[in-house]
């Protein structure tokens, strides 16, 4: 939503979540809090203080303390504001500057902005988003680690209703009640029925409860993303998707251009280099099962890959 990432009363109480991707951080709106103004002297990194945001999911909140952490390492003051809701709430503030720094999903911050793209390639979608961004705005490399929606389903209704791709799904769409983020059906009931002839019975706000809703089957089918590790704990199937409706996902930076350095954007850039889809799944599986805290996971990425 994780992930069409990422969108806002009742969106930002059970924001995503493209990818992104949705979560439940509760509590009062971290945008609340003080100004990100720097006092002082600048930090040795160079530039004033950056403001780290991210979207209420527990992908977004480890990867932004990647970020943090990493920029702290080179010297560079760093506030984090994690869980602030959803793409709708988030894209404005990094626009304005109240946030420079966003860890984003390509493809569904390109399908937020222009939702007649058709881009679907890595290089297609950063290529489209170099075009369509608002001026204050840029996007950093793109990591290899990515994190695609997918429309999922339990092995037993795979079975039962001989479902293999999106296209399938068309035939018993009618009788399913699908769940994902609370802005999914927003961002995609036109889309599925043009490309795919989908239509389903009732769209369902699961936000980060959907793998269980579908496995529970308060849901028949659902948004879930493809680094969640209640994809297997769950024993879900994510359906093809012969026309590539879902574009890519690699974990790309946005940035507010006027307060990123040029510090700042060398150190992300490492991180993406190094940041793959199998690490990602590992820290996730560090969190999700583990329950450690996306914090120290990403402190142990960092030392282990040598950004720390």
Known sequence: MRRKFGTAAVLLSAALALTACGGGGGGSNPLDAPSAAPSGSAPAGGGGKVVIGSFDFDESVLLGSIYAQALEAKGVQVEEKPRIGSREVIFDQVKSGGLTIVPEYNGNLLSFIDLKATAATTEEVNAALKEKLPAELEVLDSSPAEDKDTLSVTKETQAKDSLATMEDLAKVSKKMVVGGPPEFKKRWEARFKEVYGLEFKEWRPTGPTTADAIKDGTVQVGNVFSTDPKMAANGLVALQDPKSIFPAQNVTPLLNK????????????????????????????????????PATVAKEWLTTNGLG
């Open 258 to 293: 006027a307060a990123a350095t040029d510090t700042v954007k060398t150190v992300l850039n490492d991180v993406s280099a190094k940041l793959t889809t199998q690490s990602l799944l590992d820290m996730m599986q560090k969190i999700s099962v583990n329950k450690d805290e």
